[in-house]
């Protein structure tokens, strides 16, 4: 088990933004010991590591939180989370290949920028 503030510094993130992210929803709540202090678990560790994913794919605290919320309904909510992530995922695939194209073009403009001109 860490503390919030060893917690926090091996992922180089402030404590109060732990707190924050518990506070919204975007994961369960972490355990407190008989003095109320957090003791971060594994499983909440296994929680952080995929909010920091998912933002850095700036996937939407909107997403997170609701994903938190079908996991902590239990087994019984799978097939409602596994809906709700594919869905997610076929947007990201979508949003992948419309930035494959944009970027397909813009090496299309560069090629063309850098042909000498034709004396015609």
């Given at each position: ?8 510094a091996?992922y180089?993130?402030q ?17 407190r ?6 003791q ?10 995929f ?10 605290d ?19 989370r596994?809906?709700f ?14 930035l ?6 813009m ?14």
């Open positions: 088990m860490m503390k919030i503030s060893e917690i926090a091996k180089a993130l404590p109060d933004q732990l707190r924050y992210w518990e506070r919204m929803g975007l994961m369960p709540p972490v355990p010991d008989d003095q109320g202090q957090r971060y678990r594994s499983q909440d560790e296994l929680w952080l590591r909010i920091l994913t998912f933002k850095a794919a700036q996937i939407s909107d997403f997170l939180i609701e994903y938190a919320s079908l996991a902590q309904a239990g087994p019984q909510a799978a097939p409602a596994q809906d992530l594919q869905a997610e995922l076929d947007q990201q695939v979508q949003s992948c290949q419309r494959t194209a944009m970027a397909g073009l090496e299309q403009r560069l090629s063309a920028s850098a042909r000498p001109m034709s004396s015609h």
